[in-house]
T-cell receptor, first 115, second 109 residues
Framework: DTGVSQDPRHKITKRGQNVTFRCDPISEHNRLYWYRQTLGQGPEFLTYFQNEAQLEKSRLLSDRFSAERPKGSFSTLEIQRTEQGDSAMYLC?????????????FGSGTRLTVV | GQQVMQIPQYQHVQEGEDFTTYCNSSTTLSNIQWYKQRPGGHPVFLIQLVKSGEVKKQKRLTFQFGEAKKNSSLHITATQTTDVGTYFCAGPIDYKLSFGAGTTVTVRA
């Protein structure tokens, strides 16, 4: 297993278009997270899954955003009717929290630019 | 807004000098984690601290968790150019990690 994979690495889209990002977590990890990061800021929580169940969505996540994790494996994050304010790095992370290790493994991210 | 605060936001260091970056949480944390993000990269897990007052070292990096489990620090000794990047602390708040805004470190050779 080579870690958390995200696709695409970069996406440029016109305002109003829909975009979808994919994340493949580490296979043994049961938790998968989506974060958003803008320049000069730390990662900001969007949503997370435990197996296939979406357990929490940030209040920052408008109804234009939707995430899925069918069968508890890979996940997709879709943004509908993109706005310029959606431009950011979208990071996926996975973890398998136990008493010894709580850390997240992040993917390389998808950088979205809305023009 | 972010519930984990870090200071300073920027740290410009002469190569060979020491520096410390600080992290404070508005709530008591079960653990604190530190991540490093190189320019153009993604956050990479460095370490976690769980016990009150815990101190852990990784070569020239020393991490400390406060007695009240609401603050933490990262001290880097003899800074090298490989230390360049942004260091984030993060704590679990409501079952997911809340990240600070990070301390961005630049090194003057």
């Amino acid at each position: 297993d080579t870690g958390v994979s995200q696709d695409p690495r970069h996406k440029i889209t016109k305002r109003g278009q829909n975009v979808t990002f994919r994340c493949d977590p580490i296979s043994e990890h049961n938790r998968l997270y989506w974060y958003r990061q803008t320049l000069g800021q730390g990662p900001e929580f969007l949503t997370y899954f435990q197996n296939e169940a979406q357990l929490e969505k940030s209040r920052l996540l408008s109804d234009r955003f939707s995430a899925e994790r069918p069968k508890g494996s890979f996940s997709t994050l879709e943004i509908q009717r993109t706005e310029q304010g959606d431009s950011a790095m979208y990071l996926c992370a996975s973890s398998f929290p136990d008493r010894r290790h709580y850390g997240y493994t992040f993917g390389s991210g998808t950088r979205l630019t809305v023009v | 807004g972010q519930q984990v605060m870090q200071i300073p936001q920027y740290q410009h260091v002469q190569e060979g000098e020491d520096f410390t970056t600080y992290c404070n949480s508005s709530t008591t944390l079960s653990n604190i984690q530190w991540y490093k993000q190189r320019p153009g990269g993604h956050p990479v897990f460095l370490i976690q601290l769980v016990k009150s007052g815990e101190v852990k070292k990784q070569k020239r990096l020393t991490f400390q968790f406060g007695e009240a489990k609401k603050n933490s620090s990262l001290h880097i000794t003899a800074t090298q150019t490989t230390d360049v990047g942004t260091y984030f602390c993060a704590g679990p708040i409501d079952y997911k990690l809340s990240f600070g805004a990070g301390t961005t470190v630049t090194v003057r050779a």
